[in-house]
C-alpha cells in the first residue's frame, strides 16, 4: 500500500487498465505529453506511446464523439474534458449518441467509454473553471453519473467504470485532487457503481453527500459530536446516477431527521431528488424537514467570493442543528 | 470531361513588411502618421510590461491564475489599431494589450484576476464584449454583432480574436461559414501563437497554414507574420475597409508566438524545448518596431526609457487602486447582483439567508 493523492490513484487505475487491456485508450487535450493539465495522465505516453494517449485539437465535442465510435468499433476510450465548465460542446454528443445508442440499435450497439473531467470550486480559478454541473448529466436516461471523494475510491470507481459496458460521466473534485492522502493497494480494487458507502454510523440526523463536500460534511459531523454530542450516520452517494437509496432510506428510518450537503445550485440539484426518495419511503419515519446545504442559485462567483458560495462546515453544521431542534 | 480542374480564384498571400531585424520593406511601408506609430508603440511597451507586472503579482499571491500576451503585442495592438472606437471588440482570453487598447483599465484587469467581478465593470459604454474563456465560442457573437450592423445599416465592423487551438473548435467554422454566408462585416483575427497549452500548431491541424480555412468559405484569407506591427496593421486596415465598404468578411492569421506559459498554472518546460523559445526571442515584436522608429528619428533609448519609467508609474497607481479594493473585500451578497434584470423570489429569500449566515459567523467569531 501506498499513500496517494486522488490524482496518483487515478493515474494508477489508468495505468493498470492500459497494461491490462490494450482496448483502453485515453485522448483529449493535454493528455500526451503534458500529462494532463492536472497531471492525471502523467507518463502514460511513456509506457503506452501516443497511440493510446492521444492529444487531439482542441474541439470537446470532437474528442467525445470520436470517443463514441471507438467504443462501437470494441475500445474502451477514457477520455478526458480538461474542465467540466468546457463540457457543454461535447453535451451534445453524450445525449444525443452516447446515453442512446443501445437504446436505438436495440441491443446491438453500446457505448463503453469514461468521460473523466474535473469539476467543483474551492481552486482559486478562473470563470468556468468552477461550476457542478453534475445534475446536467444524471438527469440523461442511458448514462451512469460516477462522483469518488478520495483516492481509494476514485482509484476503485475508475476501474469499475472503464469496464462498465455502458457510458459513464466521472467527475472529479478539483479541490480534493491533492487535498490529502489515502493509502491505495497496488492490487486491483473495483467498486460498484450505483452503491453509496456509510462513512460513519450514527443515530440523529442522516447527512448525505458526495464528492468534494464529503471534507466540510465529515469535519461538521466531528463538531456536532464534539460540540453538541450529536451523532450523525454520514453517507457517501459515490454514484449520482443510478442513485443508490437504499441506505439512506435505511438511515432514515433510524434517524428521522435528513440533510443532503452539495455545492451545486439548489434548485433542480441532487437533493432535489435525494429528498423526493425520502419523501416517497421515508415520510414516515420523519421528525423534521429535510434541509438543503447547497451552493445558491447564482453562476458561482470569481474567486474572491466562492468561499461564501460554497457550502462550508459552518454552514453545515448550523443547518444540522436547525434540523435537530426542530 | 469527366474530371477536370475547378478554378478557384484565390490563394493565401503572406505578408511581412519589417522583418526580424528590422529592416524595412519600402515599398511597402504603409507611412503611418508618426503621432499614431508612437501611440501603436507605447502600448505594445505597456502591453509587455503590464504583463511582467501581473506575472509578479500573481507569483507573490496577490491576484490568481492568468493569461500572459508577451510576445503578442504586435498581432493583438496592429490589429485592433485598425478599428475606430464605435466598432465592436470581440475578445477570447489573450488579449489583455488589445483590451487596454479598446478603453479597459489596467485596475479592471487586476480586479478581475483577483477574483472580483467589479473587475467587469466600466464606467464608460465601450463596443466591447468581455474576455470569453470557452474556446472559440465569442466567434459566433461576433457574427451576430455583425448581422446586426447591417441590419441596422450601419458603418461598423466587428473584429474578434481566437488562437490557433481554435481554428479546431466547430464554434470557430459555424462562425466563418455564417458570416460568409451573411457576407457580414467581422474580421476573424487568429493569434497562431504555435502552442494550444501543450499541443503544438503542427498537432492541431494538418492545413498548411490556418489562413487557408477562409478559403473554403469563400472569404479572402491572408498569412501575416503577427510580431510585425505594421504587417498586421495594414492587413487589418485592408479587412476593415473591405467590411466597411460592404465587401464582407476576412480572416487574417498572425503568426506569432506564446512566449510565456498557456496560463500561470502551466509548466511550458514539459513539452516545449528552451532553443524554440530562444529562436523566437530572435523575432520579438518589440526591439524591431523600436529600432523601426530610431531609425525614422522618432525615438530614442532615453526615450524608451523615460516612456518605460511612466508606464511603470501608471502601473503602479492602477495595482495601488486595485489593491486598495480588493483589501476592502467585496461584500458576498453581492453574488446575487447581477443574476436576472430583477431577482426572483427564491433569490430573494436565498441573498437573505446568505446574510444571515453571515451575520452569525461574525457573531461567532466576535464573541
Redesign the interface.
Same mark, same amino acid.
Given at each position: 500500500m501506498a499513500k496517494m493523492t486522488m490524482v496518483q490513484a487515478l493515474n494508477l487505475a489508468l495505468k493498470q487498465e492500459m497494461e491490462k487491456d490494450e482496448s483502453v485508450i485515453v485522448l483529449g487535450e493535454d493528455v500526451g505529453l503534458d500529462g494532463g493539465v492536472f497531471r492525471v495522465t502523467d507518463g502514460l505516453i511513456d509506457q503506452f506511446g501516443d497511440q493510446r494517449s492521444l492529444d487531439t485539437p482542441l474541439a470537446e465535442s470532437g474528442i467525445v464523439g470520436m470517443s463514441i465510435g471507438m467504443a462501437v468499433y470494441g475500445l474502451r476510450p477514457v477520455c478526458e474534458i480538461q474542465f467540466s465548465g468546457f463540457s457543454y460542446l461535447n453535451f451534445h454528443q453524450i445525449e444525443s449518441h452516447a446515453a442512446r445508442l443501445r437504446w436505438r440499435s436495440q441491443g446491438q450497439l453500446h457505448v463503453p467509454m469514461v468521460l473523466r473531467t474535473p469539476y467543483g470550486g474551492g481552486v482559486r480559478a478562473l470563470e468556468h473553471h468552477s461550476e457542478s454541473r453534475e445534475v446536467f448529466y444524471a438527469h440523461i436516461p442511458g448514462l451512469k453519473m460516477v462522483i469518488p471523494s478520495g483516492p481509494r475510491n476514485a482509484r476503485a470507481l475508475l476501474v469499475s467504470a472503464i469496464r462498465d459496458p455502458d457510458p459513464v460521466i466521472f467527475f472529479e473534485g478539483k479541490a480534493i485532487y491533492r487535498a490529502f492522502r489515502e493509502e491505495v493497494p497496488e492490487e486491483e480494487e473495483t467498486m460498484s457503481i450505483g452503491k453509496s458507502q456509510v462513512i460513519t454510523k450514527g443515530k440523529d440526523i442522516t447527512m448525505i453527500s458526495y464528492g468534494a463536500m464529503m471534507r466540510p460534511t465529515l469535519e461538521a459531523a466531528v463538531e456536532l459530536e464534539q460540540k453538541d454530542g450529536i451523532e450523525a450516520e454520514v453517507i457517501d452517494l459515490l454514484s449520482i446516477s443510478p442513485l443508490d437509496d437504499q441506505l439512506f432510506i435505511q438511515s432514515v428510518n433510524k434517524t428521522g431527521r435528513a440533510m443532503v450537503i452539495h455545492e451545486a445550485p439548489r434548485s433542480f440539484g441532487p437533493g432535489a431528488e435525494i429528498v423526493s426518495r425520502i419523501m416517497e419511503k421515508a415520510f414516515y419515519f420523519l421528525e423534521a424537514p429535510i434541509s438543503r446545504v447547497t451552493g445558491f442559485d447564482v453562476t458561482i462567483p470569481l474567486f474572491s467570493r466562492e468561499m461564501a458560495y460554497l457550502p462550508g462546515v459552518q454552514r453545515i453544521v448550523s443547518a444540522a442543528r436547525k434540523t435537530l431542534s426542530t | 470531361m469527366p474530371r477536370k480542374k475547378i478554378d478557384l480564384p484565390y490563394q493565401v498571400e503572406y505578408l511581412s513588411i519589417l522583418d526580424e531585424k528590422g529592416e524595412l520593406d519600402e515599398k511597402l511601408d504603409p507611412n503611418i502618421s508618426d503621432e499614431y506609430l508612437l501611440k501603436l508603440h507605447r502600448a505594445m511597451l505597456l502591453g509587455r510590461t503590464f504583463d511582467a507586472r501581473l506575472l509578479n503579482l500573481q507569483r507573490q499571491g496577490r491576484i490568481? *491564475? @492568468?493569461a500572459p500576451i508577451t510576445g503578442q503585442e504586435a498581432s493583438q495592438l496592429g490589429a485592433v489599431s485598425a478599428l475606430r472606437p464605435s466598432d465592436w471588440f470581440v475578445p477570447s482570453f489573450r488579449e489583455t494589450a488589445a483590451e487596454l487598447w479598446r478603453g479597459r483599465t489596467m485596475e479592471s484587469v487586476i480586479l478581475?484576476f483577483?477574483? @472580483? &467581478?467589479e473587475?467587469a465593470k466600466s464606467e464608460e459604454k465601450l463596443n466591447n464584449l468581455p474576455v470569453a474563456?470557452?474556446?472559440a &465560442?465569442q466567434v459566433l457573437h461576433a457574427v451576430g454583432i455583425g448581422w446586426a450592423i447591417k441590419y441596422r445599416q450601419k458603418d461598423d465592423v466587428v473584429m474578434t480574436f481566437f488562437g490557433d487551438?481554435?481554428t479546431?473548435?466547430?464554434?470557430f467554422h459555424e462562425g466563418m461559414n455564417f458570416a460568409a454566408v451573411y457576407q457580414v462585416p467581422v474580421i476573424f483575427v487568429c493569434q497562431n501563437n504555435q502552442w494550444?497549452? &501543450?499541443?503544438p500548431r503542427s498537432? $492541431? *491541424?494538418h492545413s498548411k497554414t490556418l489562413a487557408q480555412k477562409a478559403l473554403a468559405y469563400d472569404m479572402p484569407g491572408i498569412q501575416v507574420d503577427g510580431n510585425d506591427v505594421l504587417a498586421v496593421y495594414v492587413a487589418a486596415t485592408e479587412a476593415v475597409e473591405r467590411a466597411r465598404s460592404g465587401g464582407g468578411p476576412t480572416m487574417i492569421e498572425c503568426v506569432t508566438y506564446r512566449m510565456m506559459m498557456h496560463?500561470t498554472?502551466?509548466d511550458p518546460k514539459?513539452?516545449r524545448t528552451e532553443e524554440e523559445v530562444e529562436a523566437w526571442k530572435k523575432r520579438d515584436p518589440l526591439p524591431r518596431f523600436q529600432k523601426y522608429l530610431k531609425d525614422k528619428n522618432l525615438l530614442t533609448e532615453e526615450n524608451i526609457n523615460g516612456l518605460e519609467q511612466e508606464i511603470k508609474d501608471e502601473i503602479q497607481t492602477a495595482v495601488e487602486n486595485a489593491e486598495e479594493q480588493?483589501k476592502a473585500?467585496?461584500d458576498?451578497l453581492?453574488?446575487?447582483e447581477h443574476?436576472y434584470a430583477e431577482l426572483p423570489p427564491? =433569490?430573494i429569500a $436565498?441573498r437573505e439567508e =446568505?446574510k444571515q449566515? =453571515?451575520a452569525?459567523?461574525k457573531e461567532?467569531s466576535n464573541g
Open positions: - | 490568481g *491564475t @492568468f478581475a483577483g477574483g @472580483f &467581478s473587475g474563456v470557452p474556446v &465560442s487551438g481554435g479546431s473548435e466547430g464554434d494550444a497549452i &501543450s499541443v498537432k $492541431q *491541424t496560463t498554472a502551466d514539459r513539452y480588493m473585500g467585496g458576498p453581492d453574488m446575487f443574476a427564491n =433569490l $436565498q =446568505l449566515e =453571515l452569525a459567523m461567532e
